[in-house]
T-cell receptor, first 116, second 110 residues
Framework: DGGITQSPKYLFRKEGQNVTLSCEQN?????MYWYRQDPGQGLRLIYY???????QKGDIAEGYSVSREKKESFPLTVTSAQKNPTAFYLC???????????????FGEGSRLTVL | SQQGEEDPQALSIQEGENATMNCSYK?????LQWYRQNSGRGLVHLIL?????REKHSGRLRVTLDTSKKSSSLLITASRAADTASYFC??????????FGAGTRLTVKP
């Protein structure tokens, strides 16, 4: 079945360590997004990519890095520079970028990162 | 920055009642979308309304859009306990960067 797969679902990290969250989609979508969600809060945009080998910072990119070497994959690295990384991270993809108008986002099930 | 803001933050109703949630946004949009999130899960798309549309229906959902007031509403009719979730509006920021509000937490009591 087509969809977006995020892994791991739960991740624990010690302070000072970098961690990478995986996001893979087989929907053949051009655009992909990373959001952060804190308890009881909305989603804040970290990074987004509209095409392979290109990505843009969102509202809270500091302390995060991404790559988009393949259409199917958009991994997010949470670096030690991110001061408060404990959160729920959501990846999404979207099909209609090339039409110029954003369409429906398809979300993964999220990765919950806890810093010990 | 957050583009949309939902109101109310929380809503509690009885099964069978209607639930209305509102969303206000700040800048011009191409479309506005509503999503649902069950606790601890990813978001699921509910409905998309384009900027040149005023009302749209999908099953028990009714969405309105008033671009002059930069606002939208989501109405869920004849609510069920299974409708308990958080509901978010999302708008494009002009660069295809989709942004979400803080959401409305809906509780439907059986």
């Amino acid at each position: 079945d087509g969809g977006i797969t995020q892994s791991p679902k739960y991740l624990f990290r010690k302070e000072g360590q970098n961690v990478t969250l995986s996001c893979e989609q087989n929907l053949n979508h051009d655009a992909m997004y990373w959001y952060r969600q804190d308890p009881g809060q909305g989603l804040r945009l970290i990074y987004y990519s509209q095409i392979v080998n290109d990505f843009q910072k969102g509202d809270i990119a500091e302390g995060y890095s991404v790559s988009r070497e393949k259409k199917e994959s958009f991994p997010l690295t949470v670096t030690s520079a991110q001061k408060n990384p404990t959160a729920f991270y959501l990846c999404a993809s979207e099909a209609y970028w090339l039409a110029g108008v954003p369409g429906e986002l398809f979300f993964g099930e999220g990765s919950r990162l806890t810093v010990l | 920055s957050q583009q949309g803001e939902e109101d109310p933050q929380a809503l509690s109703i009885q099964e069978g009642e209607n639930a209305t949630m509102n969303c206000s946004y700040k800048t011009s949009i191409n479309n506005l979308q509503w999503y649902r999130q069950n606790s601890g899960r990813g978001l699921v798309h509910l409905i998309l309304i384009r900027s040149n549309e005023r009302e749209k229906h999908s099953g028990r959902l009714r969405v309105t859009l008033d671009t002059s007031k930069k606002s939208s509403s989501l109405l869920i009719t004849a609510s069920r306990a299974a409708d308990t979730a958080s509901y978010f509006c999302a708008t494009d920021g002009g660069n295809n960067d989709m942004r979400f509000g803080a959401g409305t937490r809906l509780t439907v009591k059986p």
